[in-house]
Structures are given as structure tokens and as C-alpha cells.
């Protein structure tokens, strides 16, 4: 497992970076950097190095918190070290490959094949592509199976693997679940056979045993002949890692600062984690549970703290629904109390839309009006109740007075289209409502403002995800989609209302990977081969490659997208326990199902 | 209190990639690390009282950006510099600091002339062969009256490079009848014309930047 450490010459870069579109993406040159330097690297002891990867180009992945809880983690510890890799664009990477010239880390241009562990960020399943496409350039054998000893262990976190299956074939091991304190665990154990015996086989074996880690080798499946899942060996499930209190570890007050824009350019703290509301059809408001809190106090205290170390003007306390965080206003008080004069701004991301949180709107924004967000999800109140959005058109209308009452001027609305039980009565709702509020919106603002009036309308494509309530249920087909989405425009012609939606083909093949099982695998292989990457990036979503792919590997995609799975069968992600019983899960369908079937025997 | 400050700042190494807005934001989250109190400006939007000259485009090092502020904290040029030096990132560094006060013409409307060096890889290859690169390079179509300056160049101090500085004419210049000089497609054209006599640029550096007062080439401190 002892190697030698090769790297990137700064003046090689330069030649390399000659002609490529925006530079700052790969020179890492940043504030808050806190990985070991060269001294360590050339005496590394009993060292361990680790790459954090993050299968997206810089300015998407640079905002993530979870990779720098990790990075400031393991940065903490004198005997570790982590680096960051960020996914190429594609100029970058034909530069790289026509150069032979491999992917390195942005601290010390690490060449990927050096690391001891590279550890992936997937938070979503169109970067599975992407993982695949930075390992090869990286110089290192994508399928797990056939890398030799010398090779780094490749291993992955987020929400992305809570299904393990089908990156089982590239991944050495999964970690699901919080990262804070099994990431030390892990390397302490990595340590402990780099510098013993040597064996990456009995590092696996050793670290299997461990809540939240899932090794792929350590199971085998077997299928029935029409394809479902027959059994897991051995049966014992992988239980979810999860930290008790927040508050054990601080909040990460020394994040790296990028030095070039990113898409979230602000100073990011998390208040809580987990959602107690469950949306049936919402992954993040199950796997993230329990619902655990920071305690004001002590944000309020850590953020000062990170916003002097950082020179942030921006702080975003971020979690998956501000309204239900307890504390939020002594929160709010107390940080804009501490920092009167020092032109901050705040940003909640999550604050769900009603008469309160306009208030809270208007107290972080002290005179601004920038976009109120606003996600009904459906426009018939039957469909938000089987979904269970607990939100009704009298919550939202009186909302939308407050707020343009009092100087708002924009406003963004999320829907979804191709939800169980939907009808087309629910697709013209969609369409009555986003007009109902604009010509409430209009009713309520100055009519001075009128001109600068505008709704941005979101569509997005129901995907049904492993541990919701709607894991069960059906996708609808690509032309579905396309139909009801035309069914909207056709009823809405005004010009201060612009609908955007999200291509279903990319979201069919979202569906797949998503429910997908181990032989999902070779299918990602093969369409990467064919040119896959990016795949969630409309204009370089490559469609001809995952049917190919998939038609070769004789994987039928609805199988994955179209089907209704039973109850009863085995699911690929039954392997993982959530922390949540499979008859809770059930609980919710049911009664969705209940609420579908009431409607149809009205009418 | 208010002081007003006008700094000069290295942008060296890796920080050549960033651009402009780039700068703007990690000058100012850098300075804000340093507890140094900024002037912000009224309204609804308010950012800090940060107006730099012409900035260097990107991919070409500086030895010569241009900034003025206000602070609104006493302070001496030193301290300023030192505070906001210890927050900054690799390569970019505060050299020069001076107070001023009253309302003197923004930077980027009194810079005329800007000086670069490039460094090409090898020693010196004669005075004649110089003079013909030089001159083949100065009578591409595009950059013909945007140069006002040049010579042969010399040996830098180590002896590995060659080194030519010219002159050309900013923004403010075309106002006078003057065409701007435009380095980075300069260095690009350059490159094609140094490579065929088998030499490579190695390195573009803004050197310094002028104002014009009377046929007198002054630094933006010696205008103040």
C-alpha cells in the first residue's frame, strides 16, 4: 500500500491551462486551505492521504458543505490529510488526455493514482458518469474488481449510494449516512493496515462490520428469472451511521474560500438535519432522520467566528426546512445584533411561505426584495394531500398578499408533474393556480410596480426514490411528460409568467439509476464508454448512449421506471437499514393510495 | 473617520487566473478578514468603496494593479498594507500604500500607458536577430500605432531569459486618437512570430501603469 507521491509541477499547469476556459477552476489557489504541505507529504510518518472527491466542475461542487465538514475534519488530525478534486470540464479533460497528463488535486496536484483513499460526494445519480470519467483520468481502473494492490480504495457518500447497488461495481465500499465520525474511524483503520499488513482485502473486511459502511464484495445477489431480486447473502442489513448531537462537532468555521465565483458564494451553516415533515415523495426528508438541531446559542457564536475567518458578506443557514427549526428567530436576532454595521446579508434557503416567515423574509432582508421561492409541488389541493404537502391555496394566497403588499415584486414556483394517482384535472390546476397568484400578486402590489411583475415557473419530473413512501410507484414515460407539460403552456400565454421544466429523458434515466440494482453497473460503464458524462447538463446529455447502453446490456428501462414494484418483492436498496421501518414507508403509500382511490370512486 | 487610501498590488503565480470580479471579491473578503473597517455605499445594494484601474486581463501577471478606498478607521499606509497582506491569498500582495484625500479622478480614467516585460526563453540572441523579431512583431496590422515603445530587450538578472518590455496605450488613449493596446492577443500573435525563430514566451508581466501630464509619463501616486 506504500508508495511514491507524484504530482503536477506548477509550470507543466501553466502549459496545460494555456486556451482553457476559466483557469481558477484548477490552480487552487484559495484562502482556508488546511491540508498537510509539501514537508509532510515527503515525510509522511504514519501518514494517510485522502482525496475528497466531487464529481462536478468546481463552481458546483466548491459550495457543498458536506465535503468541507469532511475536508476540515480530517484536516484536524495530524496524522491525515485531504485534498480536493473537482470533475474537468470537457476542454480541460481533452486536454488531459491528449497530454496524458492525469487528474490531480487542487492543493498539492496530487496525481489521483497516488491518494491512499479517494472518497466521492454523490448527490445525485446523473454524476455517476462523472465518478467514473475522474477515476480514468485520474489513472486509476474504474471497475473496484480488477485494481491492483497498489492502487487507492475507491469509496463513496451521500445521497446518491443510500442505494449501493448500482455503483457496487466500481466502489471498494459505501458509506451511508452522517460522514462525521465514521470518516476517522474509517482511516484510523486504513492506517492501521497501510502500516501493517498491507492488505486492502483485510482493511474491507475489517471495516465492513462497521455501521454506515457497505462493501459490495461482502454480498451476493441472486434474481429470479423475470428479474426481480430472489435473496441478499449474507441477509444482515447495513444500518445507517448517524451522530447523536450536532453540537458535538462545531460547525465548520475555517471553510475553504474559493477564489473564484461559485454557484453559492457565501458562507454556509447548517442549523439542522433531518425534516419532520415527510412529503412522500421527498428522499432528503427520510434519509437525513432523526430531525436533529443546532442549539442557537452556539450558532450564533461559531458563525461570528466564521464569518471573521472567512470575510463572507453572506451567510446561509442552511437545512431542509427552516420554518420548523425552533429557534429561528433568536437566531436571526442574535446574529444581526452581533453584526449591526457589518453589512451582512442572510439567505434561508428552505423557509417554507407563509404569514410568518414573511416577517422573518422581510427582518433578513432589511429593505432588499430579492425572489420570494415558493414550492406547492401540485396545483389541486387532492394531489397536494396525497403527497402530502401540507399546504393550502388559502395558506399560499394570503402569503402572497403580505408579500406583495409590501414590496415584493418577484416570485419563483415549483411544481411537479407525473405524480401517482394524477389526473388531468391536476395538470390544468397547475396552470389555474400559477395564474391565480400572479393576478392575486398583481391585485396586491402598487400599481407603480406592475411593469417589474414576473413568476419564474419550475417543472420538475417526478422521480420515484429509494426509502419514500413513493418508492413503489411508477414513473411515467418520457411522452407523458412532454404532453402535460404542453397541456401547461397551451393554458398559460402571459408574458410576466416563464415556465422552465426539466427534460424527462434525463430524468427517466435519473429514475433507473435510482432503483436500479447491481447490474445497473456495467450498464453506467457502457454509456460512459459511449460518451456519457455530465448527464445532468441538457446540452451535453448524451441520450443515444444510455439506450445503447442499456439495450446491450439487455436491461429493459422500465423495468426500473415504468413498473409499479410489488410490495412485497425484494428491493436492491432492502440491503441498507435507514433507520426507518420498510411498514412505515408502506404506511404512507397506502394511504396515498387510499386518497387516490376515494377521489376515483366520487367521481 | 474616514481615510482614503491608494494601494498598489501584486497579482503573481496562480493568481493570474483570476479575473477581474475574481479580484474584486477575494480584495474584499480579504480586507473584511482583516477587521480593517470599510466604507460601504448607501442604498439597498451596498458594497464596499473599492475602485481599481485598469485591471490586467486574465493569464498576464501584475506587478501594478491599482486601488482606492476608504477606510473608516484610523490607520497608518503600513498598517494597512500589513493587515490587509496577512489575509491575502498566494500571490497577490499589497507594495505600496498612500493616503490622499479630496476627490482626485478615478484611476481608471487617468491611466494612458501600461508597461509589460515578456520573458522569452532563452538568453539573448543578438542585437540584429532581436531587432528583426521585434519589428515583425510590431508591424502585425492590429497592434500598429497601439505600441509606442519598445527596444531590443536584454538578459534578465538570472541570464535564462530574454526580456522585452514595451509599451502600449490604455483605454483612456483612444479619447486622444490613440489606438488600445491589447496584450493578450499581442502575446498570441508574438508567440507565433517567436516560435518560428524556435524561442517560446515564458512569462507576460504588467510591469507599471502611467498617466500622460504634459508629455510626462507620472505613476498613479505621483498624480495624487
Redesign the interface.
Known sequence: MDKKIRSLQYGELEKLLEGIERPGRYVGNEAGISSKGPGWLADMGRGVLVCLAFPDIYEVGMPNLGLQILYDIINGYPCFSAERAYAPWIDFEERLRRTKTALFSLENRIFLDSFDLIGFSLQHELLYTNTLNMLDIGGIEVISGKRGPDAPLVCAGGPAVVNPGPMSRFMDFMVVGDGEEIIIELLKLLQKHKYGDGNKGAFLKDIAKLDGVYVPSEYRFFFYNDGKIKKIEPPLKVKKAVIKDLDSFRIVTRPVIPGIKTVHDRYEVEIMRGCPRGCRFCQAGYIYRPVRKRKAEKLVEQSIEGLANTGYEEISFLSLSASDYSELDSLLKGILEEMKGKNLSISLPSLRLDSFSIGIAELINQGRRPGLTFAPEAGSQRMRDIIKKNITERQIMECIDIAFGSGWEKIKLYFMIGLPGEKEEDILEIAELIKRIAWRARKAMPRSKLKRFYINVSINVFIPKPFTPFQWTAQDAPERFEEKIHLILKNISARYINISWSNPDISRIECALSRGDIRMGKAIEDAWKKGARFDNWNELFNRDAWIDSFKINKIPVEFFTSRKYDTGEILPWDIVDIGIKKRIFLAGYNKALELINIDSQIK | MEIKFRFKFLKE???K???H??VI??M??????A?IALK?TEG???R?KLSFGPPVP??IESRAEYCDITVVEDMTDEEFASRANE?L???IRISAVKQFSGRPASLMSIIDIIDYSIYIGSSYPGREKSLEIIDSACSIVDFKGSIHDTGAGKKSKDGKFWVIKLSGFAGTSENMGMKVFRPVQFVEKFKEIVLYYGLDIERVVKEEAYSLKEGEKLTPFEVL
Do not use: H
Open positions: 503565480g496562480s493568481s487566473y483570476l479575473s470580479l475574481d471579491s477575494v474584499t473578503r480579504a480586507l473584511r478578514r477587521g460601504y439597498f445594494n451596498q464596499p486574465l493569464g489575509s491569498i498566494g500571490g
